[in-house]
């Protein structure tokens, strides 16, 4: 069974810029979190996605957004660029029961310059 | 919101011996837990969870163990290897209003094994 897939795993970008990134889910997995990993700060929780619609959100401001389409899949877009934005982003599929396991994948690497 | 915490950012311990990993939570609206391991360039990768109505699971080398009333969970791994070399991430969900709960991690521990 495949795994969860992102793309791009790198990307550099201009300050100011849009970039959009994308997730497959595992088959079958109707939930898709995404998180930013920075240095020191752990991971930190984007949003999340269940049958198409933001069923939690995490503390990041309005240029962050994300949707799910209808085969589960989902992007995630991050507008005018800033610096600070340069981080591991990676996006998990799950069940989407409570107490259930996420699973990740390898991650899109942005960097900001 | 559920805290999740990782007091240690690293540990070195000795190939062949325990390692220790601990997590502590600051409330209980939902004692379900999960530890992941991270290498470098690599998404998370999940290991072990636990929930409320047992105190241990084990699988292979790794045991995970949860004491409710001291909220501290603890990842022990027998005995470690230089593969095990990793950053260890402690996760629960937290209820983020109604219903829905969301997947929170802590800082994480570099964990390094010494050949």
């Known amino acids: 069974k495949a795994g969860v897939t992102q793309t791009p795993r790198y990307l550099i970008k201009t300050r100011g810029q849009q970039v959009t990134l994308s997730c497959s889910p595992i088959?079958?997995?109707?939930?898709v979190s995404w998180y930013q990993q920075t240095p020191g700060q752990g991971l930190q929780f984007l949003f999340e996605?269940?049958?198409?619609?933001?069923?939690n959100k995490g503390n990041f401001p309005g240029r962050f957004s994300g949707r799910q389409f209808s085969n589960s899949r989902s992007e995630m877009n991050v507008s005018t660029l800033e610096l600070g934005d340069s981080a591991l982003y990676l996006c998990?599929?799950?069940?989407?029961?409570?107490?259930?396991?996420?699973?990740f994948g390898e991650g899109s690497w942005l960097t900001v310059v | 919101d559920q805290q999740v915490k990782q007091n240690s950012p690293s540990l070195s311990v000795q190939e062949g011996r325990i390692s220790i990993l601990n997590c502590d939570y600051t409330?209980?609206?939902?004692?379900?837990f999960l530890w992941y391991k991270k290498y470098p360039a690599e998404g998370p990768t999940f290991l072990i969870s636990?929930?409320?109505?047992?105190d241990k699971n084990e699988d292979g080398r790794f045991t995970v163990f949860l004491n409710k009333s001291a909220k501290h969970l603890s990842l022990h791994i027998v005995p470690s290897q230089p593969g095990d070399s990793a950053v260890y991430f402690c996760?629960?969900?937290?209820?983020?209003?109604?219903?829905?709960?969301?997947?929170?991690f802590g800082k994480g521990t570099l964990l390094t094994v010494n050949p």
């Open positions: 998990a599929s799950g069940r989407g029961d409570l107490g259930n396991t996420i699973y």
């Open positions: 088959s079958g997995h109707r939930s």
């Open positions: 996605y269940f049958s198409e619609t933001q069923r």
């Open positions: 409330n209980s609206m939902f004692d379900y």
């Open positions: 636990i929930s409320s109505i047992k």
């Open positions: 996760a629960s969900y937290v209820n983020s209003g109604g219903s829905n709960y969301k997947l929170t």
